[in-house]
Nanobody, 127 residues
Framework: QVQLVESGGGLVQPGGSLRLSCAVSGFTLDDYAIGWFLQAPGKEREGVSCMSSSGLGTYYADSVKGRFTISRDDAENTVYLEMNSLKPEDTAIYYC????????????????????WGQGTQVTVSS
């Protein structure tokens, strides 16, 4: 049974940092691309950062380039999203998801490409 469980969200001041975790079970990271998505209040869910099944391909939305870093620990079957220099506009529910599409260096980062989703974790950036 495929499961993804996010953790690490919370309240942080502007300029602060958080690290989100996505623990996966029922498959290994070599089998699926993993993506992080956010959904702000009243807005559609959108891709933030995604990583190919090999870990060699990554994608970052323009809004987070240079601030967010996606990584993974194969031994822990966990994918991370390190978020630095957080801004109030980063406030959203963050979801991780798994996709069977992609290749060694290419990772999809569109919602329709992802089949399995976690329950989400709230990130609030506010002073």
């Amino acid at each position: 049974q495929v499961q993804l469980v996010e953790s690490g969200g919370g309240l942080v001041q502007p300029g602060g940092s958080l690290r989100l975790s996505c623990a996966v079970s029922g498959f290994t990271l070599d089998d699926y691309a993993i993506g992080w998505f956010l959904q702000a209040p009243g807005k559609e869910r959108e891709g933030v950062s995604c990583m190919s099944s090999s870990g060699l391909g990554t994608y970052y939305a323009d809004s987070v380039k240079g601030r967010f870093t996606i990584s993974r620990d194969d031994a822990e079957n966990t994918v991370y999203l390190e978020m630095n220099s957080l801004k109030p506009e980063d406030t959203a529910i963050y979801y991780c998801a798994a996709s069977g599409i992609g290749s060694e260096y290419y990772t999809p980062c569109a919602l329709d490409d992802y089949d399995y989703w976690g329950q989400g974790t709230q990130v609030t950036v506010s002073s």
